[in-house]
């Protein structure tokens, strides 16, 4: 996941649509007394699941334990589906509308074989995904557990969702097949649990991703010279590329992240990829940008050709879709919006303005589904890196209340 905070201040006053009454329920109160005497159970579970491995397309194991872990907090109808998320039912809330999902991801951006320990350093807690999105699944975990042992009234449905596929290649292949297949049609607003902190995310930044593969015959470097080259291709597009220019708002951005290929110095590449990423919070401007893109690449390809007219050598371009997360907006004035500002405010949460972001609720956003992120309290910096590390903060069982007031307002009260 990666937050941006925009523009887009909410004004105060917003203690409505029902906080006040939710937050004065017993059943309610007794839920977010829980959590704020069981911050050191969330805190458990968040570095217990953390040590267990979840590279991208490998989440199957901790995805078996989040199961395990729900179905000892009484969910109901625990299962896992085709593509590995994990799905349950809150006990009492059967067939009722609206239909709420609570979710957070199972995966990590890092690769098998890392090791995946949590170290505490003083106050702080060094692991791999211990803020994005360990501390999300353990903030629903504790949700669960909360609202089933006090048995807070629920109207509506209530499933508990662990997801796959939200990070980097997984291209929100978990939420994605959740709304097209698995409930397809059947829910009406979805609150995802990503990070930590104090944020509200209500835009989902769109982005196109492609490997670009430039092809050639190779040759030595000093005894084929004369021929294009693959590798000068590709740089004449990243060049290309490098010079485009975006605007700043809707915030629209481009990088090269990797580049590979060839076999030794004095060689003429045979294959050269970089891989590619466009974003912005426009699809309009998405789309744009796209276009300009593959013209640079189009031209670092044509520019490579005319350098060497004498020769035959073939050059050619290869573009592959590795990724599409589609862009959406919920507005600030939405009820899903107004109901998570107002469960802010009431809970004391320094949230005043909301944001931009690529998470799992990009895919319901785009299909018009009520939709937001929010953040699962504490501190952790330097997320994707092998750096991060989460800090414990005094308020952090203020996350789970957030996320269990949000729930109670959203499936009826």
Not at 193 to 213: A, C, E, H
Not at 279 to 287: D, I, V
Not at 362 to 377: E, K, W, Y
């Amino acid at each position: 996941m990666r937050i941006l905070i925009v523009l887009g201040c909410l004004g105060m006053g917003l203690v409505s649509g029902g906080v006040e009454e939710v937050m004065r329920e017993p059943g309610m109160r007794g839920a977010l007394e829980w959590m704020r005497t069981h911050q050191g159970w969330t805190l458990e579970q968040q570095i217990s699941i953390c040590e267990i491995a979840a590279p991208p397309f490998g989440e199957a194991e901790r995805g078996k334990e989040f199961a395990r872990r729900l179905g000892e907090l009484g969910m109901e109808e625990v299962r896992t589906d085709s593509e590995g998320n994990v799905i349950s039912r809150l006990p009492g809330t059967k067939g009722g509308k609206p239909v709420v999902v609570l979710s957070a991801h199972l995966d990590t951006v890092f690769p098998a074989g890392m090791d995946v320990k949590v170290y505490r350093e003083g106050k702080r807690l060094r692991g791999l995904g211990m803020g994005d999105d360990c501390r999300g699944l353990a903030v629903v975990l504790t949700v669960a557990r909360a609202l089933r042992e006090v048995k807070v009234e629920i109207p509506g449905t209530v499933l508990i969702v662990g997801t796959v596929g939200e990070e980097g290649q997984g291209d929100l292949r978990g939420v994605r097949h959740l709304f097209t297949k698995e409930l397809a049609g059947q829910v009406d607003a979805f609150i995802s649990v990503d990070g930590t902190g104090w944020r509200l995310t209500t835009r989902g930044v769109g982005s196109n991703r492609y490997k670009v593969t430039y092809k050639g015959r190779g040759g030595h470097s000093y005894g084929a010279f004369g021929m294009p080259n693959p590798a000068h291709a590709m740089g004449r597009a990243i060049a290309r590329l490098a010079d485009i220019t975006v605007p700043q708002t809707p915030r629209t951005t481009f990088n090269v992240g990797t580049v590979t290929g060839g076999t030794s110095v004095n060689s003429v590449p045979i294959e050269v990829s970089m891989e590619v990423d466009l974003r912005s919070e426009s699809p309009r401007e998405l789309a744009a940008l796209d276009e300009r893109m593959k013209a640079a690449l189009e031209g670092g390809l044509e520019a490579e050709k005319k350098r060497w007219p004498e020769s035959k050598a073939p050059i050619e371009l290869e573009v592959k879709s590795i990724g599409v997360r589609p862009a959406g907006e919920v507005g600030d004035d939405e009820p899903i919006v107004r109901k998570a500002m107002a469960a802010a405010q009431a809970l004391g949460l320094p949230v005043l303005a909301t944001g931009s972001g690529s998470t799992d609720a990009n895919l319901p956003i785009s299909l018009g589904i009520a939709a937001v992120t929010i953040t699962g309290g504490g501190f952790s910096p330097n997320a994707h890196s092998i750096d991060e590390w989460y800090e414990e903060r005094e308020d952090a069982y203020k996350g789970p209340q957030w996320a269990a007031v949000l729930v109670k307002l959203l499936a009826g009260n």
